[in-house]
């Protein structure tokens, strides 16, 4: 397993400082199993204040208040005016665990496509995303995605994913997550799942286990193992300061256990409190997953989470040609200076 990184030097003449010369460098590093490419520039740390700037609290509290009067997450708004299932599907058209609630997405992107409010609090800060609030939302999206699974043998495609308040693309303040069966693959999902499977074929052992093996070895991004899940800061990273999560030996989100979801709720809760520690406010998050198969033994369940833009008047997005167009990540923080942050809060 190769950490691939390419260096690139060169020499500018600075006006703040007289013109002299300067020497920068470029780091280009690939993801071992897809090549991907992350970019980094030690002095883009300075520049990070103009992607990632503080929120502005009268910003946050203006949205809150004004969302929060026609929020149909809201109170008993969720009940009178949020679409049902069929009850061939689920019995009673939706699914409650906790303050969870699972319905359809009048917009869905999918086959099936679920949305689930997660609390009855309108707003929440990062962390106050507990591990009950977190692992309510993840029981109740699996009872779904199994009786998808039991009515519908043409989608083996799940995707978790969640987008917090507006710079990641959410629609709504309410905290909530969402989750999509599907009969096709996203993009990077069959690729993910193809390399996997190649990886697999190769080698005669499952990529992310000899991923676990080989950054437990090295130690410099490894966070730690809760139960049957390993987390650790990404090499090439998908966004700012990924984490990611990925599970011993289910690939099949349906497959897990009460205990798995709980550790995966725990974990999601603490990266979420290190990003607010950060002075981050919104995020992003998708698991992937494929329906369990004879034939099927190379992919694991993989969590991919990325803190996103600040809040604030008229904030920068932080995506641009790099990323859309590309499909290059800007790395701003090396992963390797984020793994002890995060590791104590374990």
């Known amino acids: 397993m190769r ?4 260096e690139s030097h060169f020499e500018i003449l600075n006006p703040a400082k007289d013109f002299a010369g ?9 993801d071992p199993l897809l090549g991907d490419t992350s970019v980094y520039n030690p002095f883009l740390k300075d520049k990070s204040r103009l992607f990632f700037s503080e929120s502005d609290p009268e910003v946050v509290r203006k949205l809150v208040e004004d969302r929060g009067i026609s929020c149909f997450f809201c109170g008993e708004s969720v009940l009178n005016n949020t679409p ?54 993840l029981a109740s999206t699996q009872e779904f995605v199994n009786a998808v699974y039991q009515k519908d043998s043409s989608v083996p495609f799940a995707l978790l994913c969640a987008n917090y ?9 309410h905290p909530h997550m969402q989750m999509l069966v599907t009969p096709v693959a996203y993009s990077y999902h069959k690729r993910l799942i193809e390399a996997c499977r190649n990886y697999y074929k190769e080698n005669s052992s499952a990529y992310h286990i000899d991923l676990i093996a080989e950054e437990r070895k090295i130690g410099l991004r490894y966070i730690t193992q809760r139960g049957r899940w390993h987390w650790l800061m990404a090499f090439s990273p998908m966004g700012n300061n990924e984490v990611m999560a990925i599970h011993e030996q289910e690939g099949d989100f349906g497959r897990l256990t009460q205990e798995d979801l709980r550790d995966l709720g725990y974990g999601i809760s603490k990266v979420l409190f290190f990003f607010e520690s950060l002075g981050h406010l919104s995020f992003n998050y998708t698991l992937f997953s494929l329906k369990k198969s004879p034939e ?41 200076e984020m793994a002890p942050k995060i590791r104590v809060l374990f």
């Open 165 to 173: 308040l507006f710079p990641a693309g959410a629609s709504l303040v």
């Open 84 to 137: 049902r299932y069929p009850s061939d599907l689920l019995a009673n058209g939706r699914i409650r665990s906790g303050e969870a609630i699972l319905f359809p997405n009048l917009f869905s992107i999918g086959k099936y496509h679920a949305v689930v409010s997660l609390s009855e609090a309108h707003f929440l800060k990062l962390s106050e995303y507990t591990p009950a609030v977190l692992a309510n939302g």
């Open 3 to 6: 950490f691939e990184s390419i």
């Open 22 to 30: 300067e020497i920068h460098t470029v780091v280009v590093r690939k």
């Open 296 to 336: 099927e033994e190379g992919l694991r369940c993989l969590l991919k989470i990325i803190n996103r833009q600040n809040l604030y008047q008229n904030y920068r997005n932080d995506d641009y040609f790099l990323q859309k167009l590309l499909h290059s990540e800007l790395i701003i923080n090396l992963p390797e």
